[in-house]
């Protein structure tokens, strides 16, 4: 079954500290990966897409991994922000679909 | 920088009533989907459309919902007899001519059943 998980839950950092999200997948034949940003009520929004053959991509103080052999990804956020403070969703593509998989996420709070 | 806008943002109803939710894609763009969030829980696929016809659903898409696109620029999900357990986040998506990119999330519609 095509699944997307992610850890930690929940993560509770101070402004300007850097922090790692995890995200392990299990979607066959994959495609591509994407980090979404999700405020509370809101749309995701995109922050990094990458494809197969990309293991690094970076958009500002995010930098995502991939690790297609061991089906991984990460995203690294540098010097965080209060605005950072948000759901981080992990999300996968199948080749032979253009619908998103998507995980549970990850609860970021960055205080002051 | 290009929105897919959704209205209303909000919309009460009372179960067992109709409700169309509506949302103008970004307009180049070729692909179009319904998602759904419920409160807490991680964000589904519903179905995506393509060429002016369901080109995937999921298993959540029964006969209760259907879509249209009415008149070249809206896109519309409608949702049947509603239940309580249809109360949640529906988000709007359009991407472009291969779906891998420009794929653009709407604000959203919070959908509650009373």
């Known amino acids: 079954k095509n699944q997307v998980e992610q850890s930690p839950q929940s993560l509770i950092i101070l402004e300007g500290k850097n922090c790692t999200l995890q995200?392990?997948?299990?979607?066959?034949?994959?495609?591509?990966l994407r980090w979404y940003k999700q405020d509370t009520g809101r749309g995701p929004v995109s922050l990094t897409i990458m494809t197969f053959s990309e293991n690094t991509k970076s958009n500002g103080r995010y930098t995502a991994t991939l690790d297609a052999d061991t089906k991984q990804s990460s995203l690294h956020i540098t010097a965080s922000q209060l605005s950072d403070s948000a759901s981080y969703i992990c999300v996968v593509s199948a080749d032979n679909t253009d619908k998103l998989i998507f995980g549970t996420g990850t609860r970021l709070q960055v205080f002051p | 920088e290009p929105e897919v806008t959704q209205t209303p943002s909000h919309q009460v109803t009372q179960m067992g009533q109709e409700v169309i939710l509506r949302c103008v894609p970004i307009?180049?763009?070729?692909?179009f989907y319904w998602y759904r969030q419920i409160l807490g829980q991680k964000v589904e696929f519903l179905v995506s459309f393509y060429n002016n016809e369901i080109s995937e659903k999921s298993e959540i898409f029964d006969d209760q919902f259907s879509v249209e696109r009415p008149d070249g620029s809206n896109f519309t999900l409608k949702i049947r007899s509603t239940k309580l357990e249809d109360s949640a986040m529906y988000f709007c998506a359009s991407s472009g001519l291969s779906g891998l990119y420009g794929y653009t999330f709407g604000s959203g519609t919070r959908l509650t059943v009373v």
């Open positions: 307009s180049n763009h070729l692909y």
């Open positions: 995200c392990n997948y299990t979607v066959s034949p994959f495609s591509n």
